[in-house]
């Protein structure tokens, strides 16, 4: 596929024709902001004709960047050396390209490096948010979007891209986003609860830098998991969690653990070697008083459940589905306050950094889930309806794993796994059973 770029400009946000503010004031991140990625994460949607054109879209961004205001600025440090989103309005990178064949000819939308060319580079990037516009002769569209972490998770950032769809539509932006990032005061006296070093956070001086595996060792596949496999899935992981006063495993539970298995498995580990899954856990519904779906920010904290390979493989899917709830129930308003309390009166003081960060190549024997399936991703509707594709770009480290709803709708789900190439013929035999 060989993508023409046509053009490359910044696009800032309008307030109803006029510049912007001229106090451009700035945000200061948060505890949650700073212990995420400090990357740009990609993603990619395709649409069917008839699609809006481009200036329809390039409007519409105006116009929701001027209600998140983030997005148009810039990352810079205070006066104190502190983090901070400086609302310059310096806006962000817009880049109209076009392929010469039909999107059906040119695009599988399989994992794989040629989803890099239908979105701008992550690296050395100034701007917050980049968009890409790649037309083909079908008529159809393709979207790719990138944003930083820094500046919000993938909650706020699918809100963010259901505001831009609005805005090209002629609505009004809404609901409206909670933008004050100071709302999580730390305690006097703090109090910690529970171990954060080598958990959000490790040691400066034992940070070390990751060898290097070639990229052509790891291959991205794409697991369709049907609602009826996951029904069958739970039914299973769920089969010695019985009783009046007992529930179920979710599907996201129960999938998770067979992923774990089925990864574990293929990689031939020694049986001794301990293995953890790192799953997000969304802050929103943990903290008391409760933070508004609509928060604009980072709030996400992590569960490890882990085990001993030997363990994992040897005992049934239930085993490794109660270490995956267990651990996730742990994560909760308490867990979230002993993380604000440390993340305030320690980080500094220790030298300690975030364990989150994207420069490895492999996570072996460990793996990384990052779930969106209940985010509104497929909601954005730029006028000519919702997407009929919509994925993230090409991600190959080994071990960090995807979940979306399948774009059929039915309930079904995929999960992008990169896996080494000689792994992946026993992967792929072991995650589609249910044995």
């Known amino acids: 596929m060989k993508v023409k770029k046509e053009s490359s400009r910044i696009v800032k946000p309008t307030y109803n024709g006029k510049t912007h503010p001229s106090n451009p004031g700035f945000i200061p991140l948060s505890v949650f902001d700073k ?64 392929v010469n064949g039909t999107l059906d000819e040119a695009v599988s939308f399989k994992p794989s490096a040629s989803l890099l060319a239908l979105h701008p580079c992550l690296k050395g990037v100034v701007e917050l948010v980049q968009v890409q516009l790649t037309r083909f002769t079908c008529g159809s569209l393709v979207v790719g979007f990138t944003a930083h972490h820094l500046v919000a998770d993938g909650q706020s950032t699918s809100n963010f891209l259901v505001a831009w769809g609005q805005a090209c539509r002629g609505l009004d932006i809404g609901p409206l986003p909670t933008a004050d990032r100071a709302i999580f005061p730390r305690r006097d006296p703090p109090c910690f609860e529970f171990e954060h070093r080598g958990v959000e956070f490790t040691s400066n001086k034992l940070v070390k830098k990751d060898y290097p595996v070639i990229v052509e060792d790891v291959v991205v596949h794409k697991a369709h998991f049907t609602l009826e496999f996951l029904a069958k899935l739970k039914q299973k992981a769920s089969s010695e969690n019985s009783g009046p006063y007992r529930k179920p495993y979710s599907t996201f539970e129960s999938l998770v653990a067979h992923l774990w298995r089925a990864i574990t ?37 992590w569960a490890f459940p882990s085990a001993k390979v030997q363990e994992l493989l040897r005992e049934p899917l239930p085993y490794a589905a109660k270490l995956i709830h267990d651990a996730v ?107």
């Open 35 to 98: 212990v995420t990625y400090n990357t740009h994460i990609a993603v990619i949607y395709a649409y069917r004709p008839p699609t809006p054109p481009n200036v329809t879209l390039e409007l519409g961004l105006q116009k929701a960047l001027s209600v998140y205001r983030e997005w148009a600025g810039r990352l810079e440090r205070d006066d104190i050396g502190n983090s901070i989103i400086l609302l310059n309005d310096e806006g962000v990178k817009f880049v109209e390209a076009s």
């Open 329 to 435: 129930a742990k994560v909760n308003n308490n867990y979230f306050k002993s993380f604000i309390d440390f993340a305030n009166y320690k980080v500094e003081e220790e030298d300690l950094v975030p364990t989150a960060y994207m420069d490895k190549s492999s996570l072996c024997p460990n793996f990384e889930v990052d779930s969106w399936l209940r985010f509104p991703f497929y909601d954005l509707d730029f006028g000519g309806g919702c997407p009929y594709v919509f994925m993230p770009s090409y991600f190959p480290t080994e071990g960090m794993m995807f979940l979306l709803p399948s774009f059929i709708g039915d309930g079904s789900i995929d999960a992008f796994v990169p896996v080494f190439q000689d792994n992946l013929a026993t992967f792929k035999q072991v995650c589609y059973s249910l044995d």
């Open 265 to 301: 498995k293929s990689r031939a580990l020694d049986n001794s070697k301990t293995t953890y899954v790192r799953i997000s856990v969304n802050g929103r519904t943990r903290l008391n008083p409760r933070v508004p779906k609509d928060y604009f920010g980072n709030l996400v904290l």
